[in-house]
């Protein structure tokens, strides 16, 4: 029997809150799995706006 993959985090969702969740954590050397239900990506952006706390993340890059 062939081994799983070991992840410290899964994801469900690929919107903008999974994708910058998914990023941080990266960040952190943390093995992450990030699922997405849907087979292409969406003809418009999903985010409304964009937050404070949003920038304040941006800018650590």
């Known amino acids: 029997?062939?081994?799983?993959?070991?992840?410290?985090?899964i994801i469900v969702?690929?919107?903008?809150?999974?994708?910058?969740?998914?990023?941080?954590?990266?960040r952190k050397n943390l093995n992450?799995?990030?699922?997405?239900?849907t087979a292409?990506?969406?003809a418009e952006s999903?985010?409304?706006g964009v937050t404070p706390p949003s920038l304040d993340l941006f800018q650590m890059s």
């Not at 992450?32 to 239900?37: A, N, S, V, W, Y």
């Open 13 to 26: 969702g690929g919107g903008p809150v999974g994708l910058m969740l998914g990023n941080l954590l990266g």
């Open 46 to 48: 999903m985010a409304i």
């Open 32 to 37: 992450t799995l990030l699922i997405e239900k």
């Open 1 to 9: 029997m062939a081994s799983s993959p070991d992840y410290d985090v």
């Open 40 to 42: 292409v990506p969406p």
